[in-house]
Every structure is written in C-alpha cells, then in structure tokens.
C-alpha cells in the first residue's frame, strides 16, 4: 500500500503539502521529523512531517521525498497543537510559525552546485572571458557553490553566465542539502596505558631528555590530569606547557599520548552558588499562600507588586516546587536586558538545572538550549528566556512565570507570525494544565479587567520588602522654569541640584529619554529645510558620535552636513533632543562624574549589555542615561535619583495606549530608585504638570489610571472590550495602494458587521520606499470572531485574485497593540 505524508514547508502556504514515502521510510518517519522535500522546479526544503496517511492528494502527483533527515522528532505533538492555535488566531500559516519556531539551523536549504561535465570534449575558443573563468575553476575543485562562482567573477549577478554555460553542456547544476549544526568539538589528550608503570614512564622521560618542550609538555599534563579525570583538554595542556601544536602532535605520534575529540556544549552550564532563597517576608508569605490557593480554582494568577515588592523572590519558590515534582518551568522576561541580572540571581538557586534562550544566541546555541529542552535534560529544567522561548519543544510543563506581563517587547511585528508571547504563554499553559503567574507593577488593562471578570486571580503586595518607602516623585513645570530662566540645557535647577547632592553622596542617577541619537530633526534657520530621508517620510536623527544623519526605520545614513541642501546656509540648528545630548551635556555639567548611556546604539553586541549593567552594579557609572531599557525590572542598589526628561512627548504619542503606556514606562523608571534603606527621589519634567497621567504617576494611583483608561475604552470601544484587527497594504505605487484599499475597505462593510475604520495612512506612510496603508477592524461582544476572521481571509484572497492588486503586500495583524 502507497503511503504518503502531510509536510509543513518553512513558506508561506496556505495548505499542507502531501509528499510520497517508501514503505522502508514509512517504518521512520513519524510527525515531528525533519525531511528534505523537493518543492518548485529545482529547490530542496526542509519540511516537518504533520501526518501519514494513505490519501493521495487529489490535484497534484505527489513527489518522493529526497531524504528523511532526524532519528527521532524534533518537534512535539503539543508544538503541532499550539502551532494550529497560532495560526488560526493570529491569521498566519503554519509555514510561517515553523520558520520562526525552529532555530535556522534547523531549516536545511539547497546549495546550488555546479561540476564540470567530464563527458564531453570543450572548446574553450567558445567561452567569453567569466565563462572561461569558472570552466579553470572547475579544473582545480570538483564542485563549486553558486556563491564561489559570485566571489571569483566578482559579482552578483551570476544566473545568466552559469544558464550559458548549461546550454553549452560545459556544466551539470544539482541541488544539495547542507546541516548547518555542527557539534563543538574539542581535542582531549591522555597518557597511553603502555606508561602507567613507573618504569616505563622514567624510561620515556630519559628518551624525551633530548626533546625538552614535549618533555615540559608531559610535566604539564601530570599536573593537569586527575585520577578521576585522565582526559585533559589540548587547549589547557599548551596553555600550561607553553607547547606548540607541532610538539604535541609529535607526543601523539610517538605514542605518548592517545587523541579523543569529545562533542561539548557551547553554552557553559551555569554553576549553582551555595545560597538559599531568602526567607519570605510575612506579606509575601502570604501572597504565595493566596497564590497556592489560587490555582486549586484558576490555572492564572496575575501578582500585582509594586516595583521592589520582591515578586522574584516568590517566583523562586513557586519554581522550586515545580522542580521538585519533576516539571519544567518557563521564565519568560521582556528584554534580553533583564536575562543578564535575573540569570545571575536564578543561578545562585538552580545553577546547572538554568537553560537561557534568547535571540542574541548563536544558531549553534539555539540548536543545543532546544535538543536540552525536548530531551528534559538536567540543564533545562528551567528555561529563561525572551518571547522566543515559548515556542520551544517542552515535553512536561509546570509552570510558566511572565515577567513585567504589560511590556510590548512581547509582541512580535514582523515578520509573521505577529504573536503576543503573554497571550501564547497562556495557550501552552492550558495544552499542559499548567499554572500561570503574571507579574508587573503596572499590569496591562486587558490582564486588570480579566481580573475583575474572574477570568484571572488577582494578588497584590502593596509595600515593597522589608517595608522600604516608595521613592518620593516631584514634578517640575519646564514652562515656568524656561521663564524664570531656570533651566540648564535640557536641566532644570531641581534636577541638577538633586543630582549634585546624590553624586555627593558616592550614590547613582539615573536620567531618562525616550529617544535615542542626538536630536531627531536638523533644521536651517534660514529657510526652515530639514534633511530627510531618501527611503522614508521622516527626517534623519543626528547621531553625533559618528557624526552623521541616520533613519531609525530604514538604517539610510549620510555624513552630517555643513550647510543646507536646499539653500546652501551655513546657520543649522538641531531641534529636539536624544539620549546622546542628554549625556554630552551631563558630561559637560559634571565633569567629575562617570557618564555613560545605554540604548539601541551601545547594546548591539551579545555581551553589551551584561557590561553596562555589570558597571553600574560595581559602582563603575556615576550617572546612566537611557531609553525604555531601563525600565524593565533591573534592579539596582545604589540609585538614589532618577529624572525623566520630558514626559510629554509619551503623553502626546497618536495611540489609545498612549496615557497607558505613559503611566508604565513613568511609574517602572521611578521604581529604580530607593531600593534599599533610603527613599529615592524622582524628578519627571513636563510643560504640563497637570495632566491626569504625571498626577497619577506622582500619587502612585494606578485604579484611578486604571478606571479612567478603562471608561474611555469603553466608550470608543477598544480592548478590552472590542477585538482589533489592522490589515495593512503595502507596495511603492502610491496611486496602487490607494486603490487597493479602496477596494479592500468597501468588500470588508460589505461582508462584516464589524466596525471597519478606515483606509488610512499612518503617521509614517512611507518606510524603506513602500507606502503603507491601514484598514482596522474592530470586532464588538457577541460577534463571531473566528467567522470574521474566515470572512477577512476570503475578502484578502479575493483582492489578491485580482490581477492590478497582486503586487500589493498584505499584512494581517491581530491584536496589534
């Protein structure tokens, strides 16, 4: 009987694609294995086995498959189950999660390779000069990639010189699969068992008298080796002998020493300090009590602490329980910021059972934090990570902890699938029965109201451990101090004197702008012209340590200009302010002090911010300046102040999460302050001292916030009370995209009794030369969301159906916020 398989391709397809298996394959494969699949005219992909079955498909003959590619699956039954929820509710295809699930090792795909054909005689008369080149080529090396044959003509365009060459019967084109993991292996050396007797050994060392760096080289390896431990590490034994490779190459060949090549690790496995988990206070004794009753009735407790309230201590009980039982925990954490402290503080209570997982890891890292993972080994018990890490193979969830539960870092925008890893988390949890707890300061509107509706438990700690004051908020009108001349640079004289007192008193300041770069608009004084960007309509941000004008959407730079483009005046001011002049003029007003800021610019490279916050915590930086970085859970003993440059250009963003999201970012950088005996002070500059939000935020007022946000949203129904869905068209044809949404906007009323707002253009309607057009979908109580999601997806093959529309890009996107 002909068996076949359903396969998930890493492309977006809206179906499963069926391949046909030998019976020999059909004993090996299972769903869950890797496959290479032939799929188009010549590509090879790695897909996963869904399904077998014994149904052909009726459109299309059903190819064999190329090669079955793993022993055993690599994804679960319960990744297949939360992978389908994934792709119905945030409208995406399961292509699409696969491709973002899997670390990219994982993804094999074909190498064109070319080899010459021997059957033939060649005329080298017939070839032009780059046809000559890759024929010599192929002289010396059997095969050679597509990539090879770009490096040696320089150039990028190689299609029409290797077609030539094909028709010409000079070469035969294949597709081969690549693995991209490679296992770390490391040389190990160990005396030979011929000198374990004492004689032999003092006859060798005579022999190698004649010979004294292999001789110290041996003296190094008694000293290095263990009677537990014979296997020494080659690296050590040089170090250690100051050896060359050649001389203990020569000791193996002589017999000396026997060679192994041992597969490790790359990632260390962390080593558990001896160190107990401090003793809960009584007010946390009893939120964990309140927590342990909560999930006999509800599997979702949301712990509502005020920042340094010591959540993390009632984590780490709650997850040595879990462990305990033999159950995986999951630790999900906004920012890989947060990874850098937490994984210290984890460590010092579960060492070797800690496993990180995060983007900033090496495709060969992710691959071993995922096969630790699925296996349940020793070293993933409990898995740290960033929203990536819920999609990771779990076989036997306990627990899952999600950190800060209000951050937007959660959310993916781009590319597909466009999940919300809180939302995800909780669907996993639900797959496995599992508990959930939520933390933050400032929870998100949605997890309040839920639960007020009984859909989560509710917790709180309304003092912080070992009942330290909340640190003191001031607010500074800048409208009157610009007036009373009052003000330093983008300083006010409160801040300033605050800041002096505390560097006084050897403790930290912590100083944030919500903007990075210098100042984000370059304007002429004489006509008003501000460079822009080329790609983009926004203008470019000065960045004055390198001296230059920079997109943040498209990353188009150009040097700082002189004078202006448009009428060559020399008179350029710069308007507005980033972090970049918040710490020149910090240098400037403090020039004893060590200044230093962390944002996007100085925490790109994997151990960067480990340094920062590294420096910080030994007292190394005086004063930080920082973005929404700061504001994610880091806590730092011996920061006394914090200042927040301006509140108002949060409070004013077009968004209805904007006072929300205000409110967080304000009360979580304040919450850095003051965290041990004494009270911290925080200062948030505003030219409108008034507004509702900056009140709240000073009188640490998060119901009435709550209340307010809530009765708006009500009123103009958004979530929590309506479901939002923003459809985006994109493509470089201005007249295009108008049209096309036209068209979209008028089939969506005809078809949904959703509300459908729109088309419109967003505030940047052109990024990286395409324009982007959005149509939102609000879907009230008692509407069928599902059915309105399948009605939506119809409307969208529909347009894309029609020839003028086909170029246009579609971008669906649930729960956009």
């Known amino acids: 009987m002909q068996l076949f398989i359903d396969v998930i391709l890493p492309i977006p397809l809206e179906k499963l694609f069926t391949y ?148 010409k019967d000079v070469i035969h084109i294949f597709e081969e699969v690549r693995e991209k993991y490679k296992p770390k292996l490391v040389r190990f050396v160990q005396l030979n068992d011929d000198y374990s007797q004492e004689n032999s050994l003092e006859e060798l060392l005579k022999n190698l008298n004649r010979a004294p760096k292999q001789r110290d080289a041996l ?117 890989i910021a947060l990874t850098t402290q937490l994984v210290s503080r984890m460590n010092r209570f579960f060492g070797k059972e800690l496993s990180v997982y995060h983007s900033r890891y090496s495709l060969n890292e992710r691959v071993e934090v995922w096969q630790h993972v699925r296996q349940q080994s020793e070293k993933a018990k409990i898995v740290l990570g960033a ?126 702008q919500n903007r990075r770069g210098f100042s984000p608009i370059v304007e002429c004084n004489t ?61 400037a007003l403090f020039p004893e002090a060590r200044v230093s800021r962390m944002d996007l610019d100085t925490t790109r490279g994997k151990h960067s911010y480990d340094k920062i916050i590294s420096a910080l915590e030994n007292r190394e930086i005086d004063i930080l300046v920082g973005t929404q970085m700061l504001t994610k859970g880091l806590d730092f003993r011996h920061v006394k102040v914090v200042g927040i440059m301006n509140a108002d250009s949060m409070l004013n963003f077009p968004d209805f999460r904007a006072h929300e999201r205000s409110f967080q970012l304000m009360q979580q950088v304040a919450g850095r302050s003051g965290r041990t005996d004494e009270q911290g002070k925080v200062i948030i500059q505003s030219f409108n001292p008034f507004h509702r939000i900056v009140q709240q935020v000073s009188d640490y007022n998060y119901t009435d916030m709550f209340n307010e946000q809530l009765e708006d949203r009500r009123n103009y129904h958004y979530p929590p009370f309506y479901r939002l869905i923003r459809i985006t068209l994109r493509h470089k044809d201005f007249n295009k995209v108008n049209s096309g949404a036209e068209w979209m906007a008028k089939a969506l009323r005809l078809q949904l009794r959703s509300e459908v707002l729109g088309p419109e253009f967003p505030p940047i309607a052109r990024i990286r030369r395409q324009y982007n057009k959005n149509i939102l979908i609000k879907i009230g109580p008692g509407q069928p969301i599902q059915k309105t999601k399948e009605a939506i997806l119809k409307i969208r093959n529909s347009f894309l159906s029609v020839k003028d529309f086909r170029p246009i890009r579609v971008i669906l996107n649930v729960d956009y916020y």
Not at 296 to 301: G, L, W
Request: include cysteine; charged fraction near 25%.
């Open 20 to 167: 046909s298996v030998t019976s020999e394959e059909a004993e090996i494969v299972e769903p869950g294995i890797r496959v290479a699949v032939p799929f188009g005219k010549t590509k090879l992909y790695t897909a996963i086995v869904y399904q077998i079955h014994d149904d052909p498909p009726q459109v299309y003959e059903a190819k064999p498959i190329h090669q079955v590619l793993d022993d055993a699956p690599v994804v679960t039954p319960t990744q297949f189950k939360l992978w389908s929820w994934m792709s119905a509710y945030y409208m995406c295809t399961l292509g699409e999660i696969m491709r973002s699930a899997l670390p990219s090792a994982f993804l094999l795909e074909s190498e064109t390779m070319i080899v010459l054909n021997k059957d033939k005689e060649h005329d080298e008369s017939r070839l032009n000069d780059d046809e000559f080149l890759v024929f010599e080529a192929l002289q010396h090396q059997q095969t050679l990639k597509a990539d090879n044959v770009g490096e040696i003509l320089d150039k990028k365009s190689i299609l029409p010189i290797l077609k030539n060459l094909y028709d």
């Open 219 to 335: 003296m190094a390896y008694f000293s290095l080796h263990r009677p537990d431990k014979p296997l020494v590490k080659v690296s050590e034994l040089k170090a250690a002998s100051r050896a060359t490779s050649s001389q203990i190459k020569s000791l193996i060949e002589k017999g000396v020493f026997s060679e192994q090549l041992m597969e490790i690790d790359r990632i260390e496995s962390y080593k558990g300090l001896e160190g107990s988990p401090k003793a809960l206070t009584p007010i946390q004794e009893s939120a964990f009590d309140q927590i342990s009753e909560n999930f006999k009735a509800c599997k979702i407790t949301l712990l509502h602490g005020v920042t340094s309230s010591g959540k993390t201590e009632i984590y780490v009980k709650l997850i040595r329980e879990v462990i305990d039982r033999g159950q995986q925990v999951l630790y999900l954490v906004p920012e």
């Open 387 to 512: 929203r990536s890490a819920v999609l990771l193979p779990y076989k036997n969830l306990g627990l899952i902890i999600i950190d800060e539960e209000h951050e937007p870092s959660y959310k993916q925008f781009d590319p597909a699938p466009r999940y919300h890893a809180r939302d995800t988390a909780v669907i996993l949890a639900d797959l496995f029965k599992a508990n959930t707890v939520m933390g933050s300061a400032t929870p998100s509107i949605e997890s309040y109201y839920n639960t007020t509706t009984g859909k989560y438990r509710l917790v709180e700690l309304k003092e912080r451990y070992n009942k330290l004051l909340m640190p003191a908020i001031e607010i500074v009108d800048l409208k009157d101090k610009y007036r009373r001349k009052r003000m330093t640079g983008h300083f006010s004289d409160r801040l300033l004197e605050l800041i002096t007192e505390t560097l006084n008193e050897k403790n930290q300041v912590i100083l944030f």
């Open 527 to 587: 006509c008003g012209h501000s460079p822009q960007c080329l790609n983009c309509d926004v203008s470019l941000t000065y960045h004055q340590y390198r001296n230059q004008l920079r997109c943040h959407y498209c990353g188009h730079h150009m040097n700082m200009i002189k004078t202006c483009a448009a009428c060559g005046s020399p008179d350029l001011d710069s308007k507005g302010f980033g972090t970049e002049q918040i710490e020149e003029e910090a240098k």
